[in-house]
């Protein structure tokens, strides 16, 4: 059984293209970039490679089977979309180990995420309509994000970045928070009333369930902490800009 379900993996493959793409940034795209913007400048751009292509594939396995559920059987289509996130969550969790070992609060959310990936993946075989439901809700806004934060370590030298990160800042913001501060939230309670009645224990272990219920309410507490903090300091930036114009007048 389990080395059926290695034949079936398509990890590897996706694991050598993130790498590639990976030294690709590192060493060629972002070859002149100051030391310290290198790493996060090259961590985003295959966010970017991983983000809309994660959307794409979930939301095709999801469409495939529309009558799947919390404790379904993961379909090839599932398995495959998972693969896709494992690889790159990997790709980019070796990056932080290796050049940003300080930052532990990304290297902490990238084992979570594999820990959840994982376990669907290759030790229950179900659930990926869950997991792969959060991945869409999360990684929607990928691109709009990382546009932003590859803006947000030039606006300091370059004029045109600075405008790029202002004027995408509202939207992203908008956008981000209608993801993880309304939908997934909504989501994440429908999936843990579920999970915590029991009705998966039967394919779904529920230390497992429970586990996934942790982690991602983890994420989701994180990531609106984090996007409010964005919201009060654009308002601060914003009453600023507002003084000094009344001022200049």
Known sequence: MENLILEGSHFPTFFSMFSVIYLIAYFLVFRNWNPKQRPDATSCLISLAHGTPAVVL??????????????????????????????????????????????????????????????CRYLV???????????????????????????????????VAANV?????????VLYSIMRVFLGPLFFLKMSIYYLSGESDGVIPRWVSVSWIVVVGGAILVSILWISNLWVELVREMKKKGISEKKER
């Open 165 to 173: 990160y202002r004027i995408l800042s509202p939207p992203f913001y």
């Open 125 to 159: 075989l179900h659930g990926a309509f869950a997991i792969l439901v959060l991945l869409v809700l999360a990684e929607v806004t990928s691109a709009c994000q990382n546009i932003w934060t590859l803006a947000g370590l030039r606006r300091g030298d370059l004029t």
């Open 58 to 119: 979930a939301l095709s396995a999801l469409f495939e089977n529309p009558a799947i559920g919390f404790a379904s059987e993961n379909s090839k289509s599932q398995n495959l979309a998972l693969d896709f996130s494992i690889a790159y969550f990997t790709v980019d969790l070796l990056h932080y180990l290796v050049l940003l070992p300080s930052d532990v609060l990304f290297i902490a959310h990238h084992l979570a995420t594999l820990f959840v990936f994982v376990t």
